[in-house]
């Protein structure tokens, strides 16, 4: 059987990987006042069985089966039971809560692992002769619901694995162009450029499990998007299989050929074709990159510092600055200290803030990135500091910013964590300009906690500004609570109170995530009527037997 990697069917990331508060001394405190949640008398429930699961017998007929092992080999074709699971759902909270209360009730009825474009365009030809559906599938890291087959599907799905076309195939230097296949994972991906002096700048907070071909259909942004740009500025060419063609967009570097189909394709999720080849822009690896920790004495004076940082000549690859409850957060999920480094964060510091007039209550840490040579990094560092000290902050040196690089990926197995122990723990994210970000970051607090008195629970929102752009900035919502008796339906009375407060506030939907099916309900309100009408006509037209990965993005018929 194929060898392509995929993460443990049950939560996030790898088995026996997982996180652990033994070593933060604030955290078990910190999660009793935010959710009511007590880590020293909760029990925590283990893997589940997977022989309790009940899987949906598969209906690919055996001719289709029998055409796709002569496509690929009979070793990349597969109907188990436990691979199916694997490539049923994504990774979001409402995929994990489901597949743990044994809830399937739509498998892939088949998995097939191409080995290069030929194959695949031979499994889309075959697949639409048969009127099958087509779910391509990358990393599973998915949490917008872009990947699980329409429940009432009752032609054969076949999930397409994009796991073997994982190579690197040419670097044009002169250029600064990587043609890489669409299957590579982020670590593969990048290890494969760092070994020739290159990197592609892009680090989602799924890196670690996510591929090349998922962030442009998703439409993908990583956490130093502030220099490399989101994966629609990186992505400049691409090649995509349809029924009896291959789509071919040339690397170039701006072109006027009418509407862009390129961007078309970006955040399509399937709906237009499979995505089996990337050609992005790389950049030579910098000669130095280093992260520093700041603190703002509100929120507010984060905000601002980080438009005015966006003004001005300095070209940072990191800005974020957290609001005071997920600096609360990340100040409680630090590491227990020693010595003079302990006397220094909890007294030292303390003290100088006390003695500035801050309220500690209010305080909120940021983390600001630069890269490139000594002389550059050093210039952007010092255009900074000077907006930070304008602003009311201070800077605390690199040490925080060390932890924040060696644990950004590893956010997604806290959710677990509280899913393994009886909670909540999701995101939404948005965007809006400049002149409204504060209104939108208030309002969707206000509105979550309005969710949680609704429900007569305790609940817990927190929030981070990253990705900064010339108007505006992306908002980055962390929200928890306890289950009650109704996980999903409680889940959804909160989710759906965010997601509103975006659109009533002049946001997006998504900044990064995509739509899928959690977030379509709002697509209208996000785009227009007539916006809708307009995608639903190109998804129409370019799939008419709606075999490309239906019922996503829009929510009517396609």
């Known amino acids: 059987m194929t060898a392509v990697k995929h993460m443990k069917w049950w939560g996030w990331g790898k088995d026996g990987v997982g996180f652990h508060h033994e070593d ?27 022989t309790d699961i009940s899987v949906p017998a598969s209906k690919a007929p055996s001719t289709l089966l029998s055409a796709l092992a002569g496509i690929t080999g009979e070793d990349h074709v597969t109907t188990d039971d436990m691979v199916r699971v694997i490539h049923t759902y994504g990774k979001s909270l409402r995929d994990l809560v489901r597949i743990r209360a044994n809830v399937i009730e739509r498998a892939p009825d088949v998995v097939v692992y191409p080995a290069d474009e030929a194959q695949v365009q031979a499994i889309v030809d075959a697949a639409v002769s048969a009127d099958a559906v087509i779910i391509p599938f990358g990393g599973g890291s998915n949490i917008a619901g872009s990947l699980e087959p329409r429940k009432e599907e009752e032609r054969a799905v076949i999930s397409l694995d994009l796991g073997r076309l994982d190579k690197l195939v040419e670097i044009d230097e002169e250029s600064g162009l990587a043609r890489i296949q669409a299957g590579a994972q982020g670590p593969d991906l990048e290890a494969a450029l760092n070994a020739r002096g290159w990197t592609i700048g892009h680090f989602p907070d799924s890196f670690t499990h996510s591929t090349l071909g998922g962030w442009v259909a998703t439409r993908s942004s990583g956490m130093q998007s502030d220099k490399y740009g989101d994966i629609a500025e990186i992505a400049r060419g691409l090649r995509m299989v349809r029924p009896g063609g291959t789509l071919v967009l040339r690397p170039l570097p ?19 074709g499979v995505i089996t080849e990337v050609t992005v822009q790389v950049h030579r690896i910098p000669a130095k990159r280093d992260v520093y920790a700041y603190f703002f004495p509100t929120f507010e004076a984060g905000i601002h510092a980080m438009r005015e940082i966006s003004e001005s000549d300095a070209a940072p690859t990191i800005t974020r600055v957290s609001d005071a409850p997920e600096t609360g957060f990340s100040l409680a999920t630090s590491k227990d200290r020693k010595g003079f480094d302990k006397f220094l964060a909890g007294t030292v510091l303390p003290g100088l803030m006390r003695s500035k007039g801050w309220d500690l209550d209010k305080i909120c840490i940021s983390f600001i990135g630069y890269e490139g040579s000594v002389a550059h990094a050093k210039r952007q560092k010092k255009l900074v500091d000077a907006i930070v000290k304008k602003h009311g902050g201070m800077g605390v040196g690199k040490g925080p910013g060390i932890l924040y690089d060696q644990k950004k990926f590893d956010t997604p197995y806290l959710r677990d964590f509280l899913l393994d122990r009886g909670a909540a723990g999701d995101v939404s994210e948005t965007a809006a300009p400049w002149s409204k970000l504060i209104q939108v970051h208030d309002n969707t607090v206000a509105a979550a906690n309005a969710a949680y008195a609704e429900l007569g629970i305790k609940g817990w929102i927190m ?7 010339h108007s505006g900035a992306c908002l980055y919502f962390t929200f928890a609570f ?77």
């Open 463 to 469: 929030s981070h500004l990253s990705h900064s752009y």
């Open 482 to 558: 306890v289950f009650g008796d109704d996980p999903l339906g409680e889940y959804d009375v909160v989710k759906k109170a965010i997601q509103q407060a975006f659109v009533d506030n002049g946001a997006t939907i998504s900044h990064h995530h995509g739509v899928g099916r959690e977030h379509s309900p709002w697509l209208e309100e996000d785009i227009s009527v007539e916006g809708v009408a307009v995608m639903s006509a190109l998804l129409e037209g370019a799939d008419p037997g709606s075999n490309f990965n239906p019922g996503k993005i829009v929510r009517a018929g396609y």
């Open 254 to 272: 701006s072109t006027s050929s009418g509407p862009s189909v390129r961007e078309m394709i970006l955040g399509s999720e399937g709906r237009l």
């Open 24 to 50: 933060k001394p604030g955290f078990a405190p910190f999660v009793l006042q935010a959710v009511g949640l007590d880590l020293g008398t909760a029990t925590a429930v283990g893997e589940p069985a997977f």
